[in-house]
T-cell receptor, first 116, second 113 residues
Framework: AQSVTQLDSHVSVSEGTPVLLRCNYS??????LFWYVQHPNKGLQLLLK??????LVKGINGFEAEFKKSETSFHLTKPSAHMSDAAEYFC??????????????FGTGTKLQVIP | SQTIHQWPATLVQPVGSPLSLECTVE??????LYWYRQAAGRGLQLLFY??????ISSEVPQNLSASRPQDRQFILSSKKLLLSDSGFYLC????????????FGNGTRLTVT
């Protein structure tokens, strides 16, 4: 079984300040983890992925995330927020299903507001 | 490179009318294909997924159906739309292994009136 919890439904930061979006997961296997971003009325865009290589993963647009197995966390960070970062962010866990297929579980999303 | 096309981008349909949304993938073979729905203020709900031609798994019972007539074509249908079918529909594909991310289309905004 697997699940993912995004701890904040809304996060508000000032432009130029750091961003932290929190994600905790549970999985019976060594999971793969992803972060996606969705702008209004758009599809989801992959920001970064963790697949058991380096625990600190760098993604697009200056985002990065650190896989911490002991804390079952995969928090998304960015040193300095930009107005264009305002969007909704989804944490995703992927693992095998009982039938051997890929099972993908989405978090409920965190809406990031960037204040000028 | 792989691309995914989803259409139409927006659709307004009356209650009781039929629905057909189409999604095609280019640049890969035998992808896993997915249909998701986002209702206002809610997360992503997996509706259907397919691991091969003619193989469709339904996650949520409803008046929607899906078909995969060709390897890289995935169609979402309804015979009679309900008001509750309104939402943002997203098609996605992946290579199917655990480490493969899903790649999403741009979505279809469906409004049932």
């Amino acid at each position: 079984a697997q699940s993912v919890t995004q701890l904040d439904s809304h996060v508000s930061v000032s432009e130029g300040t750091p961003v932290l979006l929190r994600c905790n997961y549970s999985s019976s296997y060594s999971p793969s983890l992803f972060w996606y971003v969705q702008h209004p009325n758009k599809g989801l865009q992959l920001l970064l992925k963790y697949t058991s290589a380096a625990t600190l993963v760098k993604g697009i647009n200056g985002f990065e995330a650190e896989f911490k197995k002991s804390e079952t966390s995969f928090h998304l960070t960015k040193p300095s927020a930009h107005m264009s970062d305002a969007a909704e962010y989804f944490c995703v866990v992927s693992g095998p299903s009982s039938g051997g297929y890929q099972k993908v579980t989405f978090g409920t999303g965190t809406k990031l507001q960037v204040i000028p | 490179s792989q691309t995914i096309h989803q259409w139409p981008a927006t659709l307004v349909q009356p209650v009781g009318s039929p629905l057909s949304l189409e999604c095609t993938v280019e640049g890969t073979s035998n992808p896993n294909l997915y249909w998701y729905r986002q209702a206002a203020g809610r997360g992503l709900q997996l509706l259907f997924y397919s691991v091969g031609i003619g193989q469709i798994s339904s996650e949520v019972p409803q008046n929607l159906s899906a078909s995969r007539p060709q390897d890289r074509q995935f169609i979402l249908s309804s015979k009679k739309l309900l008001l509750s079918d309104s939402g943002f529909y997203l098609c996605a594909w992946s290579l199917g292994d655990q480490g493969s991310p899903l790649h999403f289309g741009n979505g279809t905004r469906l409004t049932v009136t």
